[in-house]
């Protein structure tokens, strides 16, 4: 069965980088797209980008260029969004979601990884 | 940037219908897909391409879509319904995805 494992909750400091994990399992990683989401504290959700496993080709939201990396590990089945200079507008819980690919959504998300970013 | 409307808040008693639309420019061509979120839980998708649905979710869930504006319906609300659902769908280029505000569900 699919499954996206993501690494731990993380505290940052404020300028500091922080970089999430999510492993995947139960198909070919390098055959769909992996989204990475966010959701800060009583908020929506808001997409930050997407990495192709098998290019390693990505897309950001333009809110987040200049800011955000994401790569992957194919060695290992194992995505990684980087987000950096946090500010405490980035304490959120991150979200990986695989895209299913025919536009058929994003069905298998990661369980979510709370980044708090604190003084 | 691109953005997508719904309204904050839908209450229905159970056994009614639940409406929830979600409102943008570039949806007469793009999917929209829906996902429902319960707290302190991983989003689910339950709509994609517009109308249809996911093997494992119930039929009284159900997406339609009229130009630019779509529209998740919950025929015969539970209890169990009681969620936030957001709208997602992607910039008129089809580079940019972006999610709906978000409507919560109260289900009195």
């Known amino acids: 069965q699919v499954q996206l494992v993501q690494s731990g909750a993380e505290v940052k400091k404020p300028g500091a980088s922080v970089k999430v994990s999510c492993k995947a399992s139960?198909?070919?990683?390098?055959?769909?797209?992996m989204h990475w989401v966010r959701q800060a504290p009583g908020q929506g959700l808001e997409w930050m980008g997407w990495?192709?496993?098998?290019?390693?080709?990505?897309n950001y939201a333009q809110k987040f260029q200049g800011r955000v990396t994401m790569t992957r590990d194919t060695s290992i089945s194992t995505a990684y969004m980087e987000l950096s200079r946090l500010r405490s507008d980035d304490t959120a819980v991150y979200y990986c979601?695989?895209?299913?690919?025919?536009?058929?959504?994003?069905?298998?998300w990661g369980q979510g990884t709370l980044v708090t970013v604190s003084s | 940037s691109y953005e997508l409307t719904q309204p904050p808040s839908v209450s229905v008693s159970p056994g009614q219908t639940a409406r929830i639309t979600c409102s943008g420019d570039a949806l007469p061509k793009q999917y929209a897909y829906w996902y429902q979120q319960k707290p302190g839980q991983a989003p689910v998708l339950v709509i994609y391409?517009?109308?249809e649905r996911p093997s494992g979710i119930p039929e009284r869930f159900s997406g339609s879509s009229s130009g630019t504006t779509v529209t998740l319906t919950i025929s015969g609300v539970q209890a169990e319904d009681e969620a936030d659902y957001y709208c997602q769908s992607a910039d008129s280029s089809g580079t940019y995805h972006v999610f709906g505000t978000g409507t919560k569900v109260t289900v009195l």
């Open positions: 391409k517009d109308s």
């Open positions: 990495i192709n496993p098998n290019s390693g080709g990505t």
């Open positions: 139960g198909y070919t990683f390098t055959g769909y797209y």
């Open positions: 979601a695989r895209d299913s690919g025919y536009s058929s959504g994003w069905s298998f």
